[in-house]
């Protein structure tokens, strides 16, 4: 009973002055709801992220042109490029962790085709390039191994290609124009969607030897895509490869890789560590601002305890010790916080939902997060208010009564 007694004057005592109240719960409020919203919209950017990465293949490993140095200085990356067709030949001889190798030759140019024209970005790429890319064919077919050696002019068209040459028809056996020259349609893609690199769809993909050959010098090829048999033997599939290379380059040992492996593991965890950084720098700033409550808190029950020094002083002169006063003041102060946690929950969905509908962005609401914001606004409480009730606590009865 001395608990619930304790409780009701408290919150009596909050409800008195209901506007004085709820400008002090207003940090709190504010505090709470701005690191769930933060927080939220953190985490669903880097899981979006995460997503993106992992719809560019499965188990995908890069290998890109290295750099070169003149005079002691680096021109940058991919300024020197060794990748060649035969070193594809090669990783699918000798490796023994890798799955599917495909090499990767990019062009662009003008594709003209049923009276429309469209600029895109050419890939040409072996016929295990889907399975390495985990896409799949929509309409019509891919190529085959044999189009590829014989350098046929076939073409797959992504979605965004096939909508904007052909709309709404059905694009599969079609002849279309890219940089005059003539190729033929014999499939679509599944539509992919965005990506950090831009939209996924927005390509056309045709065999390797026919870009290398017909649309680039001829020589060298862009990147290689490799797929590891699982996601555990990555770094020993990316080792494998650098001595595979190594060898087939004629590197001595000491002489720096002439090219730069990636792996889609690398790449999640690189994004991971940005995007949880600054997660956590948002938290950190929101929760600045339930520091800045709990010292309005502080303030209003310091404020609280001279107007309410007689009324202490009845309270002691009939009996109540200090205990009880400070335990009374206490509780005012925690109901201050937990109601303005509790409030800022609120805010802090609304915030977070608000702002995925109109940014068009993900978001994650984590149940530990509003957790440890409602924990630690009512910490707050007790952190601040434990002066403003010892104050109270140590009044002296008399004094307390003649207080004018």
Request: net charge negative; charged share 15%; proline share 2%.
């Given at each position: 009973m001395k608990w619930k007694n304790l409780i009701k004057v408290a919150y009596k005592s909050i409800l008195k002055n209901r506007m004085r109240?709820?400008?002090?719960m207003l940090g709190i409020i504010i505090g709470v709801g701005a690191v769930i919203?933060?927080?939220?919209?953190?985490?669903?950017?880097?899981a979006e992220v995460e997503s993106q990465i992992n719809s560019l293949g499965s188990n995908l490993l890069m290998v890109?042109?290295?750099?070169?140095?003149?005079?002691?200085?680096?021109?940058?990356?991919?300024?020197?490029?060794?990748?060649?067709?035969?070193?594809?030949?090669?990783?699918?001889?000798?490796?023994?962790?890798?799955?599917?190798?495909?090499?990767?030759?990019?062009?662009?140019?003008?594709?003209?085709?049923?009276?429309?024209?469209?600029?895109?970005?050419?890939?040409?790429?072996?016929?295990?390039?889907?399975?390495?890319?985990?896409?799949?064919?929509d309409t019509g077919s891919f190529f085959t191994e044999r189009d590829v050696r014989s350098r046929k002019k076939v073409a797959v068209l992504g979605a965004s290609v096939a909508k904007e040459l052909f709309g709404d028809q059905n694009p599969v056996g079609a002849r279309i124009r890219i940089r005059n020259i003539p190729f033929t349609v014999i499939g679509v893609l599944e539509e992919k969607g965005q990506s950090m690199m831009g939209d996924q769809d927005d390509t056309i993909i045709a065999p390797a030897t026919t870009v290398l050959y017909r649309m680039t010098e001829g020589k060298n090829i862009h990147m290689i895509y490799a797929s590891a048999l699982s996601t555990d033997t990555m770094d020993a599939a990316g080792e494998?490869?650098?001595?595979?290379?190594?060898?087939?380059?004629?590197?001595?040992?000491?002489?720096?890789?002439?090219?730069?492996i990636r792996s889609q593991t690398e790449i999640i965890e690189r994004v991971g560590?940005?995007?949880?950084?600054?997660?956590?720098?948002?938290?950190?700033?929101?929760?600045?601002?339930l520091l800045v409550g709990g010292i309005g808190i502080m303030n209003i029950m310091l404020v609280s305890v001279t107007e309410r020094t007689?009324?202490?002083?009845?309270?002691?002169?009939?009996?109540?010790?200090?205990?009880?006063?400070?335990?009374?003041?206490?509780?005012?102060?925690?109901?201050?916080?937990?109601?303005?946690?509790?409030?800022?929950?609120?805010?802090?969905?609304?915030?977070?939902?608000?702002?995925?509908?109109?940014?068009?962005?993900?978001?994650?609401?984590?149940?530990?997060?509003?957790?440890?914001?409602?924990?630690?606004?009512?910490?707050?409480?007790?952190?601040?208010?434990?002066?403003?009730?010892?104050?109270?606590?140590?009044?002296?009865?008399?004094?307390?009564?003649?207080?004018?």
């Open positions: 109240s709820l400008l002090t919203a933060l927080v939220a919209i953190g985490q669903g950017t880097s890109m042109p290295g750099s070169a140095s003149v005079g002691g200085v680096s021109r940058g990356a991919a300024s020197v490029n060794t990748l060649t067709l035969n070193d594809v030949e090669q990783l699918r001889k000798e490796a023994t962790l890798l799955e599917n190798v495909s090499p990767m030759v990019r062009s662009a140019g003008q594709v003209i085709a049923a009276g429309n024209n469209w600029s895109t970005s050419i890939e040409g790429v072996d016929a295990n390039y889907l399975d390495i890319k985990d896409w799949a064919v494998e490869i650098a001595r595979i290379l190594r060898q087939n380059h004629r590197l001595r040992e000491g002489d720096d890789d002439d090219f730069r560590s940005v995007t949880g950084a600054l997660t956590m720098l948002l938290g950190a700033i929101a929760g600045v601002s007689r009324e202490i002083g009845i309270r002691m002169a009939i009996g109540a010790r200090g205990g009880d006063v400070l335990i009374q003041f206490l509780i005012e102060s925690i109901l201050l916080s937990l109601v303005g946690g509790l409030l800022g929950i609120g805010f802090g969905l609304a915030l977070a939902y608000g702002a995925s509908s109109l940014l068009n962005m993900g978001i994650v609401i984590n149940p530990v997060i509003i957790f440890v914001s409602v924990l630690f606004s009512g910490t707050v409480g007790i952190f601040f208010g434990f002066y403003p009730a010892r104050k109270a606590a140590r009044l002296d009865p008399i004094e307390a009564l003649r207080f004018e």
